[in-house]
């Protein structure tokens, strides 16, 4: 029999709430999918000359860049006034930026410091690289925070980077001023990078003086920046990210040099997405703000019906996510499972790593009747 890689548990058997969500659409049942995050599912006005954007004449001729075409790392850092065109380097999604930058910073085993709760995608993007996560704690006391005294115990020797999600998905929150400095002392003091994923920074709840919305201007500590046309205009499908590098001069250098060679090595990112990324940045004042108004009012829809039953809905300051913790009465799987038999999808807080019980989470993208009519059966569910 073959050897087949150890990365990942290949046996790994779906959980409970994948069988039954399969076996009731076998048999037909209607669901109400509050787990929905791909917008273009959700009914969006997209513009119906979008795909004549990829028709630029240029992509006919295949002229690779390493870091990207030029026009399109102009485009992506004029569409982001803090960015350095000459610090960007192009990826085919957020994804293949992990893993471009655990390839660049970590050897077999090294370790990469990441928040709880967080995003499950996160531990496989690491096995796949053979680098191991260390998970520092998120509090919540009425606002979600970094625990530093945690976050400092978790650094060793195989320590290589801190990573942050900004805002955080699914907490919804962002990183403060004084955070920021927390981050950089340590980070320096160790001789670790901070990787700043900030997909969701274009969804922010209302304004606030002390929040970071981006690391792109970092001097100090070597950070590296991650976005992508996936959220920002809602097209994943069109597959382009990027990494921003920034921090002390000589190890941003450093930094471009070996990344660009592992990108020569994939040249992964197609030709007509590149030239049209001038064309395409644009929709996040259209798309992106039709996303950034339906998640902002869908956010105060849920507070006012949530108000006075047996749910409470977490704060947060931004993002696509919606927290809500549920009587623990009976556990999130137990929640979820019985939730899906009453036709309503949702996802347990442990997908995300939650260390307590009972959250559920929910998607704020989805239209509007389907928010209603699925929070609806969720109360009546709770009682």
Not at 34 to 46: F, I, Q, R
Not at 178 to 204: M, W
Not at 274 to 285: G, H, I, K
Request: charged share 25%.
């Amino acid at each position: 029999m073959i050897p087949f890689s150890h990365r990942l548990d290949w046996a790994a058997r779906p959980n409970a709430l994948a069988l039954l969500v399969d076996e009731l659409r076998a048999r037909g049942a209607p669901l109400i999918d509050l787990t929905e995050t791909n917008p273009t599912a959700v009914g969006l006005s997209y513009p119906d000359d979008l795909l004549a954007r990829l028709t630029d004449p240029h992509s006919l001729r295949y002229s690779p860049h390493p870091r990207g075409l030029p026009e399109a790392r102009r485009a992506i850092a004029d569409s982001f006034s803090l960015l350095n065109p000459e610090r960007l380097l192009v990826t085919a999604s957020t994804s293949e930026a992990y893993g471009f930058l655990f390839k660049l910073l970590c050897d077999p085993g090294d370790e990469v410091l990441v928040p709880q709760p967080s995003y499950p995608l996160l531990d496989f993007l690491a096995a796949l690289e053979t680098v191991r996560l260390t998970p520092y704690p998120l509090r919540y006391d009425g606002i979600w925070h970094i625990d530093f005294a945690a976050l400092a115990q978790t650094v060793t020797p195989r320590s290589r980077a801190i990573l942050l999600v900004n805002p955080n998905n699914p907490t919804g929150s962002f990183l403060k001023r004084q955070e920021r400095r927390q981050l950089r002392e340590l980070a320096t003091r160790h001789g670790l990078a901070l990787i700043s994923d900030e997909v969701f920074a274009d969804y922010p709840f209302g304004d606030d003086p002390e929040r970071v919305v981006s690391l792109c201007d970092e001097t100090e500590a070597l950070t590296f920046c991650l976005s992508g046309l996936s959220k920002g205009v809602g097209l994943p499908q069109l597959k382009l990210g990027w990494i921003h590098t920034s921090g002390p001069a000589e190890e941003v250098a450093r930094a471009l040099d070996r990344l660009e060679l592992i990108a020569d090595t994939y040249l992964s990112v197609a030709t007509p997405v590149q030239y049209a990324a001038r064309s395409l940045l644009p929709l996040r004042t259209s798309v992106g703000r039709e996303l950034a108004d339906r998640v902002s009012r869908h956010r105060r829809w849920l507070d006012e019906a949530l108000r006075g039953s047996a749910i409470d809905l977490l704060p947060a300051e931004g993002g696509w996510y919606a927290i809500l913790r549920v009587p623990r009465v009976r556990s999130e799987e137990e929640w979820a499972l019985e939730l899906a038999r009453a036709g309503v999808l949702v996802q347990p807080g442990y997908f995300f790593d939650f260390v307590e019980e009972a959250y559920l989470v929910i998607s704020l993208i989805v239209p509007t009747a389907t928010l209603e009519a699925g929070v609806g059966r969720i109360l009546a569910a709770t009682g």
